[in-house]
């Protein structure tokens, strides 16, 4: 309050306490200095300062509320112990929050009586200075103020707060030190694991709203399945983070692959149950002549045949939904085969020669049956593997598309930090604190390095092969076709 002097940088002790209070690699060397680590971490510094009293001028010069604060934050050339407990606080402000912003209110009022009662004071009665260095704040927190993130760039949102909170809330009840890089792999954890929750629920809500039972072809449930399913691994995408293994991803993978296997199931059944009732009401007409004895006479077999072609055309005329058309038709005649070889042994009408004949023909049908049925079935276990492929396609291409956008975030902090670095080594140089400036050349060299790791496609490669090697244990059907899949989506990208 008022002015930016040692006693308010000797308020602010628990910044030069930061080391010992939380740490941020849980294998940390002796020797390693965490201020290199701690700015890629910590938010924006934010010096208010309210009732400013001082005229913003250095050496007769105006200056900004920004340069008024790094004069403040200035370190004095020495080594003596007055001079290390001055410059102490200062660098650590400097070596934490490379991001530094300072605002300075003056009184809102300048009447002492309306001073002692200002939450009655109107707006109209603030002071011009006051109310437009008030909106220049506001602005800076709503409209520039970068949101909180975690390292990699992703954004903190309200539940994970929470659990961040809780995670360093147990660290310290359990009498360790907090461990940032820890808290975030065990955030990881459980937000990866609520992406996938979330994801599957949708993928289960929107295949029930969508998909009506039964349909009327395979491929209309699949093309179903493909949408419900795209939109599935985006909810997983925007959620997750840090799910460096694939693990969860594959996690994902494996539950839809159930739910579709049950929901394939459940068409199929439904189609089967729609079909059997479509041939019984078609039927009927038949099995009363069956129960009545109706083709017990001369001509009859022929009667028969007429009447269960008749059959069979309207039970396919009246079929719109037919996954299962061939496979209940094929156990309808199956049950009709010794009725019919009963029917045709007994008509006089014909020869011998002739009854010899039409065995043969009916047994040739009930192959041609057989064999259709055999072809759907083929059909829809090569749908089964398309899907699958599919899927895995999604999932890459879904993948790549976040990893660059992590990539790009990932980029713009260590651009961020290395120019903060460098522009805090060179204020080192130009103030003479050669030592100091020389010592951050380790840490340029190692955000150098970082940088050019993450600008190479390597990283990508990885995580496409760790898809691949999870996906073959929960998606059968791309078995030694998953690293195909994915190498041909890379070779687009680079």
Known sequence: MGTIDQNALDKLHYVTELTECIKVKSCNSKDEDDSFHFSRFFPAFVWTVRDFILELKLDGHPITENEYLEHALQLRPGYGAKVQKYNFPRQCIRSYFPSRKCFVFERPVSCVEKLRKLEEVSENELETSFVKQAKEFCHYVFETAKTKTLHGGHNVTGTLLGNLAVTYVD????????CLENAVVALAQIENSAAVRQAHEHYMKEMERLVKFPTATIEEFSELHAVCGKEAIQVFMNRSFKDDDRTHQGELMRVINLSYENFRQKNEQESANLCTKVITDVSKTLEERITMGYYSKSGGYRCF???????????????????????????????????????????????????????ERIKAEATQQEMKVMEKNQEALQQMVVDQERSYQENVQQLMEKMEVDRGKLLEEQKRVLAQKLKEQETLLKSGFDEQADRMEAQIRDLRRDLDQTQSSSWLSDALDALGTVATCFLPGIVGKGIGLATKLFSRLF
């Open 171 to 178: 660290a310290i009840r359990s009498g360790a030190v907090p």
């Open 305 to 359: 045949i007429e009447d269960q072609e008749k059959m069979i055309k309207d039970y396919k005329a009246s079929i719109v939904k037919g996954i299962k058309l061939e496979d209940v038709l094929n156990d309808f005649l199956k049950e009709k085969e010794i009725i019919a070889q009963t029917i045709l042994l007994a008509d006089n009408t014909l020869t011998e020669k002739e009854k010899q004949i039409e065995a």
